[in-house]
């Protein structure tokens, strides 16, 4: 498996470009199951978790063309299976963002369910619950979610979240645009991601209001047609980078990313000293002097995001103070502690939160990655510290960085990737 080796110390300058949001990109592709299209992805990220999703739809019936250096997918045509299978499901967990429009369109999907991961148990049983409020009948079987719509269709219902989940709400939302009827989703979530996937609905010909707030409402039962949309910017990729100016005390200009989409992260940066400013084209994150430290809390958007709570703590161990992250969305997620403290950092974790005392440097080590957000959580801290950190096991990074050693070294970072 490929390492990932850092000189630390060198303060960043220049500019980022950031890619299309992976989390954007997942259900907008699963969205392309709703009509026969062609739908047209513009500003499509060079991704491992969008070649899963590819070769998914790709065994589904569609096909799907990614032109990498116009940075676009095109996905066309009908689904010839209505099977989600383990060996791809259990890649990447969006996967089962293909069980409500296959639902909708086809009256029928087995899908494989798809299990825990490194960062939590993470039930689908809200994804259930909402499709069996459309009419589906839903079963577990040797694995696999079972579902069928009694003549062929759902129809709409009011359906009111327990808890607010990103992946259930878009899962909905596709299959409500099929519906008969009209559904409203009370306590959708917020994130931009969801917004993204419900403006490309609207253009390939879905009714749907409330967009950007807490209740969705979908009038259903159009018949969806071709469209062209662009996938929104990455707001985790641009928070990540921005952490990479402020953590080795430079200046990058991040292209094509929006302020509001930052949420929290923008406000809590700015509280510990780094300067945040939104420009024509973007955003340019810069810290000429020290960082203090901040206390956070993941939530939901717009509240401070979880994908980027590994990230803000390797920040926080090399500010000034104390700074007390606590965990809510996932049960475990700081499995990056450990290795910011072979580092040198200076953490007491217990249950959900983690108390960091930031130290005046961090020192180079080798460390192991464990999910997406804790790898580049180490390659952070491998830009500050001494000497040399060598960041093993990275295959998760592919997953939802696009090119970042290359990104990295582009802006000064001395950074390289060793094959195996
Ligand atoms: C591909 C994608 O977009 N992934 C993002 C998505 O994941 P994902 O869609 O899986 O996250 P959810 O918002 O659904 O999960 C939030 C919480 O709800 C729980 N839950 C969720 C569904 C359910 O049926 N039952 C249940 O209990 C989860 O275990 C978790 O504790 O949102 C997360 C929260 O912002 C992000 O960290 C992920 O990067
Ligand atoms: C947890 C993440 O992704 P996924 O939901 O695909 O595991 C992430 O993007 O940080």
New binding site residues.
Partial sequence: MDRIRIRGGVPLNGTVPISGA??AA?PLMAAALLSDGPLVLTNAPDLA?IETMRALLTQHGLTVVHDKVARTLTLSGAATSLEAPYDIVRK???SVLVLGPLLARYGQARVSLPGG?A?GT?PVDLHLKGLEQLGAEVEITAGYIEARAPQGKLRGARIIFPQVS??ATENLLMAACLAEGETELVNAAQEPEISDLAMCLMRMGARIEGIGTGTLRIEGGATLRAATHPIVPDR?EAGTYACAAAITGGSLHLEGARLEHLGAVARVMRDSGVDVAETNTGLTVSRLNGLRGADVMTEPFPGFA??MQAQFMALMTVAEGASMITETI?ENRFMHVPELMRMGARINFHGTSAIVRGVPKLSGAPVMAT???ASVSLILAGLAAEGETIVNRVYHLD??YEHVEQKLAAVGAQIERLAN
């Fill in positions: 992976k989390n997942l978790d990447m967990r969006a991961c960062i993470r990103v992946g985790i979880t994908d996932f999910d997406l957000r997953r939802g």
